[in-house]
Every structure is written in C-alpha cells, then in structure tokens.
C-alpha cells in the first residue's frame, strides 16, 4: 500500500479492494474525497488468511485512520477492527457481509479456484458472472465493464485463487463491540451481498448509517461514483 504525504488538515483514510479489485475499483472516491482525506488504497493480494491481509493493512497505516472495505474488503476491514479497534475512527462496510463461509459457500469456492486454475487464459469476470454483479442497467455499459475486466487482467488467476480461499468469518461480534461512526452501504439490487443482509448488519450497531445506492448491483463504487463518495464525505463529516 503506497502510503501519500498526509496534510495535518486531512482526515487519513484507508480503503480496501474487494476481490480481484486493485486501486481502480476506487479512483473516484479517492479523487472526489480529495479535499477533505488523505487517502490510502490497501493491497489485499497477497495473505492467504484475513489475518495476514488485516495485518498488512496495519502496517502500512497511521496511527489512527478512518476505515472503508468494499466486498471481500469488508471482512478485511471487519477482522482490523477485530485486532486493533483502538486505531479506528470511524468504519464504512460496502457491499459486504458479515456471514461466516458455510460448507456450501465453500465448496462453490473451491469449484471456482479449481475452473481458475484450468489451462487455458483466465476470464475472471464473464459475462454471465458479471450479470450477477451489476445491475441491469450497467451490464451494457462499457465503461464499466471494461474496469471491471481490466483490474481482472491486472491481478490474474493467482490472486483469484488465493483471495477466493480466503475463510470469511462471522463479523457479528466486531460490530456489536464498536461504538465509532459506521456506515453500511449497499447497491438497492445488490444480488452477491443483498440489501436485507446490511439492515441486519445496522441492527448490530445502533450508530450505524444505512446507504441505499439506488441503481446499483454490487459494484456500488464503479456504479454509481457519486453516490458513493456522497456517502463517504457525510460520514467522514460525523
């Protein structure tokens, strides 16, 4: 994680990547947050258990930061909060979960990481699977689509693999103990992480903020650019 030049009147915050997601996945947060945070984008592609990805973000971070995950970037932020809650000021979960793997989750898993190491070039995103990612109004967006399969491309079949063993945890405890600002925010026709499953998360913590991003499947920060550094900014401002 490049750590910027922090300026003293600028809230730090870090943001983490969902799977298969480098820095790009949030280019127009960090461009429209600009004014008012200093913004870091952590590197989640490298430990193979959320231990060692929670411990690589502390390392690189300042002493005290705000804390934004997107997708599998959650549970990472989730299992942070769980090491060293002291350090964080304020929590943002984007279309995440908080739900332990189950033998099923698992085993689809498992059937993914073994279709990504099969020969022949790695596609990541296809096109059905993208479906499933984004609303029906952007699966023809262009646009979007090609960051989508351009951060794929970049990051391979060897970080698939390795993210997509990663075992998630149950975050219900993390949220119930911290009493920082939190923000759940969530695509209305998010089908990988639905939005029922973040009102449930918000029951958990009695401070959070539920988002709703209207138009939006699970790839909220790409999606809807706006709406999502919106949300941001009225949460760094609590």
Request: net charge negative.
């Amino acid at each position: 994680m490049e750590r910027p030049l922090a300026d003293a009147g600028q809230a730090p915050l870090i943001l983490i990547p969902g799977l298969l997601n480098d820095a790009d996945l949030w280019r127009d947060q960090v461009l429209g947050l600009s004014g008012m945070a200093t913004c870091q984008v952590a590197d989640i592609t490298k430990g193979t258990t959320l231990r060692e990805l929670a411990e690589g973000v502390l390392a690189d971070a300042p002493e005290r930061f705000a804390l934004a995950g997107f997708s599998l970037g959650g549970y990472v932020a989730q299992e942070v909060a769980r090491i060293a809650p002291e350090r964080i000021t304020r929590l943002a979960l984007l279309d995440t979960s908080i739900r332990p793997d189950t033998p099923e989750r698992l085993a689809d898993r498992h059937a993914l990481s073994q279709a990504a190491r099969a020969p022949g070039k790695f596609h990541g995103f296809g096109d059905r699977l993208l479906a499933s990612y984004l609303d029906p109004s952007h699966v023809a967006d262009e646009r979007i689509v090609s960051r989508i399969r351009a951060m794929t491309e970049r990051l391979g079949a060897e970080t698939f693999v390795r993210q997509n063993s990663v075992e998630r945890k149950d975050g219900a405890e993390v949220l119930r103990s911290l009493t920082c600002p939190i923000l759940i925010l969530c695509g209305e026709n998010d089908r990988v992480t639905p939005l029922g499953d973040h009102y449930e998360m918000a029951r958990l913590a009695p401070q959070a903020k539920v988002v709703v991003v209207a138009r939006s499947g699970h790839m909220t920060p790409l999606e809807n650019p706006e709406a999502v550094t919106q949300a941001l900014r009225e949460w760094l401002l609590e």
